[in-house]
Every structure is written in structure tokens, then in C-alpha cells.
């Protein structure tokens, strides 16, 4: 006696696979065509140029001996210059995230009256960033990745390895 080829299971074996391979390829699609990668960088060698030119700036840094104190405790950002005995009328700090464009942001800041440079947040600010620190005429950069929140004073110092 014949049976009917749907009550025979290796016939379904044999549909069900190739099904699951197209549907696991227009999940692809979409997952892939959703998500863009916001890190590609169109123009690589106009980006290469301006990498040497922030290498430049990183070593005019350390010719003149910057160094910076930074710790974020309870939602309060502290900056003290500790390299060289200069006020700055202003400090521009920028936070990239590592993977997140839309975190990134930017502080003007002023000292106060001790010369260090603080800052207020309203929102937790933890996790892994990248921090950048320029004067208001911006010929010179300091560039490091840190961890906050910091308890205690990290030295952010000049390193032209890590400059971008």
C-alpha cells in the first residue's frame, strides 16, 4: 500500500531545509541593511592625513609638558592641569564612545577658582570612553581611553600612539 508523500517524514526533511536557509538569509538581509556601520570611513587617505597632522598636535603636547589629573565621582567631572604651571582660560573636552555615535559629547569648560575644571552631569556617565582634551585654540591635544567612574586621580598624559 502507497502512502501520500506529506505523511512521509523524510520528504519533509528534505523541504525543510532548504526553507530555513532562505529564511535565514532574508533575516540577514534585513538585519545587515538596518544596522549600518557607522564606523567605515568613506575618505581613508583625506582621514590618514588628518591622523599625522593630530600626531603633531599630540607632540606639541608633550614638548610642552601638559599633563592632566581627571576623576569622575558622583556624577561630578574633575580636570587639574598637574604638568605644567599654566592657567588655561578654557578647556574643550570631547567624550567619544567606543561604539556608540549617538553618546559622543562635547564640554567647554572654565576653571574655577582652585584652577581645576569641573563639571556636573545629570546622567551616569560609566562605562569605557575615549577622551580628548584641546585648548580653546586648539594647537595642541591630549587623547587617552578611560574607565569611569574614577575615585581617584588617573593621569591623562600625551602619548602619540594613541593619537586619531
Known amino acids: 500500500m502507497k502512502t501520500s508523500w506529506y505523511r512521509e517524514p523524510w520528504a519533509w526533511l528534505v523541504f525543510i531545509l532548504p526553507f530555513t536557509a532562505v529564511v ?36 606639541q603636547a608633550q614638548k610642552l609638558g601638559m599633563r592632566f589629573g ?12 598637574t604638568g605644567i604651571e599654566k592657567s588655561f582660560p578654557v578647556l574643550n573636552i570631547t567624550f567619544f564612545h567606543p561604539t556608540l555615535e549617538n553618546k559622543d559629547f562635547n564640554l ?12 556636573q552631569f545629570d546622567h551616569d556617565l560609566s562605562g569605557k570612553w575615549k577622551i ?9 591635544k591630549i587623547q587617552d581611553t578611560i574607565s569611569l567612574p574614577q575615585r581617584d586621580y588617573i593621569d591623562i598624559i600625551p602619548d602619540p600612539t594613541k593619537a586619531q
Open 24 to 59: 535565514a538569509g532574508i533575516a540577514t538581509y534585513i538585519i545587515a541593511n538596518t544596522n549600518a556601520d557607522s564606523l567605515v570611513v568613506g575618505d581613508y587617505y583625506k582621514t590618514g592625513k588628518a591622523i599625522n597632522l593630530q600626531v603633531a598636535k599630540v607632540k
Open 132 to 140: 580628548t582634551i584641546t585648548p580653546f585654540e586648539k594647537t595642541w
Open 108 to 119: 567647554t569648560l572654565t576653571p574655577d577658582g582652585n584652577g581645576y575644571f569641573r563639571h
Open 70 to 81: 581627571l576623576k569622575l565621582h558622583n556624577n561630578e567631572l574633575v580636570i587639574k592641569p
